[in-house]
């Protein structure tokens, strides 16, 4: 009798437990606990995440906003950074120097950068659509770790429909052999490289090597090796940069050209902006891609990963010069948030 009591007495506390959690919800939002979470936090920093150089959300690369940095910390916007675990993060300050609109100020997940290229784009949106830069303006001048950086900026309907950042003149570096231990360390083969054509380095900004493939079935197949690229670089006397993969193999989306940027860890970027001014300035260099065609460049990046983005490089020729790099495409909102500092 005794245990028969037991376990009715359990299971009557189970029966009014099981109410009582089923009812809990509704007292929660009753007593402002539920959606009100965030109140009981301090330090929250708003941020606007966006999908930048596509239209489509959950496409393109990744970025989160901060519009109200003030006060903040070096140390504390690395660390908010590393929390958000993008590859980028931008905070937004008043203007520093002459002659520009805003300080922004670019976070990786290893720390501060002078200069990125999708940062940039995404942030040139995000005071946009904030009501930060007026709709209609022509022009809007970041202050970055590099300099004053020029975005010219293209409405539709009172809203920001494109974005050109003009990037640094190009600066031709040292080249690699296109040799079989370089096909290696890449996972792919010599014969995958585009002949008579250098591994160089170039930069606009941000250094970068580029290898150019020749198919895009190549440039899917790179997988990095990074001790074997250390060894590599080490013997050429050269700095370590990150290798840009690429090829000019036609494919259905139209592209000019198809890239990867691939880490040496198995990272990958979706899509390098500061590397796009580069490569349009090698596409020119070395032939692949006319000076009458230099305006209208389209690097398809990120398709391998499954996050594809679009990126436009209009380059400005004369006398076989490159005398203008910019570097343009859209984003999409795809997020509103707050981000606790400490």
């Not at 990786?108 to 950068?113: H, L, N, P």
């Not at 493939?213 to 250390?230: F, H, I, P, S, Y």
């Not at 209208?296 to 490089?313: E, N, Y």
Request: glycine share 12%.
């Amino acid at each position: 009798m005794s245990l028969l009591l037991t376990r009715r007495a359990l299971l009557a506390t189970a029966v009014t437990s099981a109410g009582a959690l089923a009812t809990r919800p509704d007292r929660l939002q009753a007593q402002g606990t539920v959606g009100n979470a965030a109140s009981r936090l301090r330090n929250l920093r708003r941020y606007l995440h966006y999908d930048v150089f596509t239209t489509t959300p959950h496409a393109g690369n990744q970025l989160a906003v901060f519009m109200a940095p003030q006060g903040l910390a070096t140390a504390a916007m690395a660390a908010m950074t590393r929390e958000m675990n993008y590859s980028e993060c931008t905070f937004v300050f008043p203007a520093e120097a002459t002659g520009t609109d805003a300080r922004l100020r670019i976070f990786g997940r290893s720390g501060e950068m002078p200069f990125a290229g999708h940062p940039v784009i995404g942030s040139a949106f995000a005071l946009a659509d904030d009501g930060v830069i007026a709709a209609g303006r022509a022009e809007f001048i970041f202050g970055l770790g590099i300099g004053p950086t020029p975005v010219a900026l293209e409405w539709e309907d009172g809203r920001l429909r494109f974005a050109w950042m003009t990037q640094q003149a190009p600066v031709y570096g040292p080249t690699l052999p296109a040799s079989a231990a370089l096909a290696a360390a890449m996972g792919v083969s010599l014969a995958d490289f585009m002949p008579k054509l250098p591994v160089q380095e170039v930069s606009c900004g941000s250094a970068f090597f580029y290898a150019p493939l020749a198919t895009r079935a190549a440039v899917d197949r790179v997988q990095m090796n990074g001790r074997e690229l250390d060894e590599l670089f080490t013997a050429a006397g050269v700095r370590r940069r990150g290798i840009f993969v690429f090829t000019t193999e036609p494919g259905p989306d139209g592209a000019t050209v198809y890239s990867r940027m691939v880490g040496a860890t198995g990272s990958e970027d979706p899509a390098t902006g500061s590397a796009s001014g580069p490569l349009g300035c090698y596409l020119v260099q070395h032939g692949l891609v006319p000076s009458a065609g230099a305006g209208t460049i389209v690097s398809a990046q990120g398709v391998k990963m499954g996050r594809p983005s679009r990126i436009h490089i209009r380059l400005a020729v004369s006398n076989s010069a490159i005398t203008r790099v910019q570097v343009g495409g859209t984003s999409v909102l795809v997020g509103d948030g707050r981000l606790r500092s400490a």
